[in-house]
């Protein structure tokens, strides 16, 4: 698969929501200097509350672009990772994901020995990538 880089990712949401473009410069700043993943998925979520089916459709390469670059990782209380978790976008708001992904830790992992785990979103170190 080709690489796609971050600018052509946002073409199609930029035309359909050019109303929203503080939200969209702001996660492509984040995206380009890989300075915030949680801005990124925060701006993503603001793109499509209360979308119309035309601009989830624009949506779709940012989402797939998202999931290729950054994960969910968790970490015990002494910041030993234990887990990364690739990102599937199959929620309508980030509270909704956040809670999808709290929920896979509390009834789908064996990590109940320990008491803090921490969660975070990171970019991938692993993928080229195309800012």
Request: glycine share 2%; with cysteine.
């Amino acid at each position: 698969m080709l690489e796609i880089d971050i600018d052509e990712a946002l073409t199609p949401i930029a035309r359909e929501m050019s109303h929203r473009a503080d939200d969209i410069l702001e996660l492509r700043d984040a995206a380009r200097f890989r300075s915030d993943p949680g801005r990124c998925l925060s701006c993503y979520f603001k793109l499509l509350s209360n979308s119309t089916q035309s601009r989830v459709k624009a949506a779709t390469p940012l989402r797939k672009w998202l999931e290729q670059h950054l994960v969910v990782v968790a970490k015990d209380g002494y910041m030993r990772e234990l887990e990364r978790l690739p990102l599937s976008l199959d929620a309508d708001e980030i509270e909704e994901y956040c809670q999808q992904i709290i929920t896979t830790f509390q009834e789908d992992r064996s990590y109940q020995h320990i008491s803090d785990i921490e969660l975070s979103f990171q970019f991938k170190q692993d993928v080229a990538f195309a800012g």
